[in-house]
C-alpha cells in the first residue's frame, strides 16, 4: 500500500497537535475510528512513542504481522507505523462501508481547527485522477518553533466511482510529526 501513497511535503504543529478533539454529536462508528487514527495511534507514533505503548489504549491488535484497528465486520484500519525509512510518518488505511469520508475529512478539519495553533488547510477536496484510481485530498498543516508536522487525508474510488477494495471504500489518513533541526 506504500507505494500508492503520494508522499507530500507538508508542515504542521509538532506536540501541540495532541489536545483533546471536538466530538460531533452524532458520530458514527467509523468518523470516530478515524479520529481515533489520527489522535490515538498515529499522531503518538509519528511523535516517537512506542508501538507496544500505543496499541493497547487505541485498540490496536496484530493480524497476520500488521497492525489492525477494527470497526465493524469486515471495516477495519490497517495501521502503518513509522520505520527506518519514514521515521516520522505513520499512515491509517481506512477500510469502510458507505459513504462516510466526507464526514471524516470534516470531522479531521474540524480537530485541525481546535489544536494550539490551529492546523490551517492546505488543500480541501481537491480532486487527483490516476490512470486507475480518482483521489480526493485534503491537507491540514501548521508549525512551531520545535517541529514540522502535517496532517494528509485521501479517499479513492475507481475511476467509475466504486470502491477500490471490493466491496469497501478506502481512505487514508498520514500523520507527519517532524523535529525541526536546530539552528
Known amino acids: 500500500m506504500r507505494s500508492a501513497i503520494i508522499l507530500v511535503s507538508l508542515i504542521a504543529a509538532g506536540p501541540a497537535l495532541a489536545q483533546a478533539n471536538p466530538t460531533p454529536a452524532a458520530q458514527t462508528p467509523e468518523v470516530a475510528a478515524a479520529l481515533t487514527a489520527l489522535e490515538k495511534i498515529c499522531l503518538p507514533l509519528a511523535s516517537g512513542s512506542d508501538l507496544k505503548t500505543v496499541a493497547p489504549g487505541a485498540g490496536l491488535r496484530q493480524e497476520d504481522g ?91 474510488k475507481t475511476l467509475d466511482g466504486k470502491p477500490v477494495d471490493g466491496a469497501l471504500n478506502e481512505a487514508q489518513v498520514m500523520v507527519s510529526v517532524t523535529p525541526t533541526k536546530p539552528a
Open 66 to 156: 500488521d497492525w489492525v484497528l477494527p470497526i465493524s465486520g469486515p471495516e477495519r484500519i490497517d495501521v502503518i507505523p513509522p520505520d527506518s525509512a519514514n521515521p516520522h510518518i505513520c499512515i491509517a488505511t481506512i477500510h469502510f462501508r458507505g459513504n462516510q469520508a466526507d464526514a471524516m475529512r470534516s470531522a479531521i478539519g474540524a480537530w485541525a481547527a481546535h489544536q494550539s495553533p490551529p492546523l490551517t488547510p492546505d488543500q480541501v477536496a481537491a480532486a487527483e485522477k490516476g490512470p486507475q484510481r480518482l483521489r480526493t485530498i485534503s491537507s491540514w498543516q501548521a508549525s512551531t518553533p520545535k517541529a514540522a508536522d502535517a496532517v494528509l487525508f485521501t479517499k479513492e
